[in-house]
C-alpha cells in the first residue's frame, strides 16, 4: 500500500464503527484531508490521545479505497494547557470549527494556514492572551486571506473615510460599515432608535438602503466609536500576525475594563454573523461560548 507523510492539526472527528475514528486533519501539505485512526476508541490505545482534537501529530498515511489510513502518529503538540481550561478549549475548537468551514479556500495556502492555526492555538495556551481578542484576531486573519475581510476605513455607501464620529451602521450583507449621513439619508429608524444604552450591543435596525435606484431593506447593527476602535485594531494586530507569520514573543495584552468587555461582546457578534453567514451556517462551538 502506497503511504504518505503528512504534518497535522486535528479540526475533527467523528466515530467509525466499534472503536475506529474518522479524523479531520488539517495539513501543511495538502489543507484538509480525512483519515481514519483504528483503534482510536479503545481505551488505552496509543493512537487515542494523539487522536484528540487540536493535537498536533507528524503521520504517516496509507492509502484507502475511500479514506487513507493512519498507520503511524508522533506528537509534535498536544496544547494541554488548553484542556484544563473550558473556555480556552472551545476557543481553541472554534478555530477549529471555522477551519473546517472555510477549509477548500484554505487549500491553496494550506502551509501558511496551518502555521497560523499552530500559532493562534499556541497564543491560546498562554495566561495572559485574552481569548475573545485573540479570537477576533483570528477572524480578521481568516477573512484576510480568504478576502473576504469587512470594510472597517471607509462608508461602503459615500466611500469617505470612517471616524469615531461618523460610524453609524454594520451592514453584514455589504461587507462594511455605513456612515451616520448615509444611514440618515437612507435608513428608516427602526423604533428603538434612541433607546439604546450607549455602550454594549444594541438591537438590530432595519435600514432601506437605495442601491443602484432600487431599495431593498438591509439589515444593520449599531457600532459604537469603542467596538469600532476594537475592530480597527483587531485588524491591524491580525495584519501583524500575517505579516510575521506569529505573535511578537514579548506581547502582553492588557486585562480589559468592564465597558471594555462588552464592547468585546459586541464587536465579537458583529464578526461571528458575519463569518456564519459567509461560511452558510451556525458555528456549533459559539453555542457552547455562549452556555459558559
Ligand atoms: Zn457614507
Sequence with gaps: MPTYPLTAINVGSFALGEADKVITLFSKERGIVKAVAKGARKPGAKI?????LLCVNKLLLAKGKSLDIITQAESLETFSAL??????????LYFAELTRAFSTALEEDCAFFYELLFAFLARLTQPDSIPGLLAMEFELALLQLLGLRP??????LCRQPLTEYSISVFVKDMGGICCQSCAD????????????????????????????????PLSGTYITPLVWKLLVLACARADRVLAEGGFPEAERAKKPSEIQKSALK??????????????????KSLDLLESL
Excluded at 487515542?48 to 484528540?52: A, C, I, L, Q, V
Excluded at 484542556?83 to 481553541?92: A, C, K, P
Design 48 to 52: 487515542s490521545g494523539k487522536s484528540e
Design 83 to 92: 484542556r484544563v481550561d473550558l473556555e480556552r478549549l472551545t476557543f481553541g
Design 151 to 156: 470594510q472597517l476605513e471607509v462608508c461602503i
Design 185 to 216: 439619508r437612507h435608513g428608516r429608524r427602526g423604533p428603538n432608535y434612541g433607546q439604546i444604552r450607549e455602550y454594549g450591543p444594541r438591537p438590530e435596525r432595519s435600514l432601506t438602503l437605495d442601491q443602484e435606484g432600487e431599495d431593498y
Design 266 to 283: 459586541a464587536a465579537r457578534k458583529i464578526l461571528e454573523r458575519y463569518l456564519e453567514d459567509k461560511a452558510g451556517k451556525r458555528m
